[in-house]
């Protein structure tokens, strides 16, 4: 996903910094976008490498007006077989790592006059999903948090929401049989899909919007498609 929003950036015209700890994947699909692009490794976890990210955003493209924290993990067990290790782990880069990321970008986002904050939830953070505790955890804090970084940085007009994916063809779902016979579109979404609405959060074309959610679920939290033997 964070590959698909890159590019689609960059094709309107962004010039972006891509961040991750996959440093031959990251340097790879900066390569490919052209000199629009850098790769720089980013451990969401870590302040110092988010304010390395910051300074070349600012040093190498002039500023910083977008930042989007797409980066994540799942782990799952049921809740009474989940372990502090998942839970701390999860919440670290989850949750953590978005902070991490609003904290180092505010100085940037303040000095260019306006900002767009970009959260990547979940519809987990919409709703409960047995086995994933720690998953659904950070992504409900992470659209309360959304709404907070809102309220604290409107004044500067800094915009923040957050985008809430159903299940998306990703590598991280590669290799997972997930039913889509239930929700109303019947199929998984397509990162380019979620790129687009990123795509709009960080333009002007959204100058309005700030503390919302933004669902791309194929209609999943609408609610559930009956088995056709029940229609």
Do not use: C
Not at 91 to 108: C, E
Not at 177 to 206: K, T
Request: aromatic fraction near 8%; proline fraction near 4%.
């Amino acid at each position: 996903m964070g590959a698909a929003q890159a590019q689609r950036l960059v094709e309107e015209g962004a010039r972006v910094i891509i961040g991750d700890v996959l440093d031959e994947e990251g340097a790879s699909t900066a390569a490919a976008l052209g000199d629009n692009a850098r790769f720089l490794h980013l451990d969401v976890t870590k302040p110092e490498d988010w304010d390395a990210a910051v300074a070349a955003a600012v040093s190498e493209f002039g500023g910083l007006d977008i930042l989007v924290n797409n980066a994540g993990i799942m782990n799952f067990a049921p809740v009474d077989e989940y372990t502090l290790e998942q839970w701390n782990t999860i919440i670290a880069i989850n949750l953590t790592g978005t902070f991490n990321g609003i904290k180092a970008a505010i100085p940037a986002l303040k000095l260019s006059g306006k900002g767009s904050i970009i959260n990547i939830s979940s519809t987990a953070g919409l709703k409960g999903f047995g086995s994933f505790p720690g998953y659904t955890a950070a992504k409900f804090a992470t659209r309360g948090l959304t709404k907070a970084v809102a309220i604290d940085l409107g004044k500067y007009n800094i915009r923040a929401n957050s985008v809430h994916p159903g299940n998306v063809r990703t590598p991280m779902t590669d290799g997972y049989d997930i039913d889509q016979s239930g929700v109303p579109l019947a199929r998984l979404g397509e990162a380019y899909e979620l790129a687009n609405l990123v795509l709009f959060l960080a333009s002007d074309e959204s100058s309005f919007s700030t503390g919302a959610e933004f669902i791309a679920d194929g209609g999943e939290m609408a609610g559930s498609v009956p088995p056709a033997a029940d229609i």
